[in-house]
């Protein structure tokens, strides 16, 4: 069956360092995939998307790489910050506007 | 000024009854969607429209229904509740093939 996994349990880190989480998928072979953002009490918030013909894509602090042979996508927020603070969560699409949300990871930086 | 508003923002309702949520985007986007996040955080799509066609309809009982009067509008109306409706429903839209934008959530609970 269909899977994606992201660590549930919560990344904690000092501000200033870079951040790095990780999505796996099994059984399908997304076209594409995005990040988002949610905070306590609100919805997620779309960060960014790669195509499966892309290795890697930037936006300011922000990096996400896609390997579509390990099947992987990595995160990474360099000099983070506290308000960095929330859980993000990967979404692979699994069909034509389909989106399938990984459980998130909770990231934590501290001042 | 609100991309994705949904309303209400809170439900408290008994069980057995009806009850519907509504949906507005002014993104001009084509494709609308429903995901309900449950007490353990995970997001999970129900249904999605595109151009007010059902496009995606994953196995959500007969008690919820969609209706999408135009590209701009998705409601959901729910039948008989059942305890275990209660979650979190969060509305989104986006144009195909790119980021969604989420509505900031309906949180409902059946008593």
């Known amino acids: 069956s269909q899977k994606i996994e992201q660590n549930s349990e919560a990344l904690n880190i000092q501000e200033g360092k870079t951040a790095t989480l990780t999505c796996n998928y099994t059984n399908y072979s997304p076209a594409y995939l995005q990040w988002y953002r949610q905070d306590p009490g609100r919805g997620p918030v779309f960060l960014l998307l790669?195509?499966?013909?892309?290795k890697e894509k930037r936006k300011e602090r922000l990096k996400v790489t896609f390997d579509t042979t390990l099947k992987q996508s990595l995160f990474h927020i360099t000099a983070s910050q506290p308000a960095d603070s929330a859980t993000y969560l990967c979404?692979?699409?699994?069909?034509?506007?389909?989106?399938?949300f990984g459980t998130g990871t909770r990231l934590l930086v501290s001042p | 000024d609100t991309a994705v508003s949904q309303t209400p923002k809170y439900l408290v309702t008994q069980m057995g009854n009806d009850k519907s949520i509504k949906c507005e985007q002014n993104?001009?986007?084509?494709?609308m969607y429903w995901y309900k996040q449950d007490s353990k955080k995970f997001l999970k799509i129900m249904f999605s429209y595109n151009n007010k066609e059902l496009i995606i309809n994953e196995t959500v009982p007969n008690r919820f229904s969609p209706k999408s009067p135009d590209k701009a509008h998705l409601n959901l109306h729910i039948n008989s509740l059942e305890l275990g409706d209660s979650a979190v429903y969060f509305c989104a839209s986006s144009q195909t093939n790119y980021g969604y934008t989420f509505g900031s959530g309906t949180r409902l609970t059946v008593v």
């Open positions: 790669i195509r499966e013909n892309e």
């Open positions: 993104l001009g986007h084509d494709t």
């Open positions: 979404a692979p699409n699994t069909g034509f506007q389909k989106l399938v």
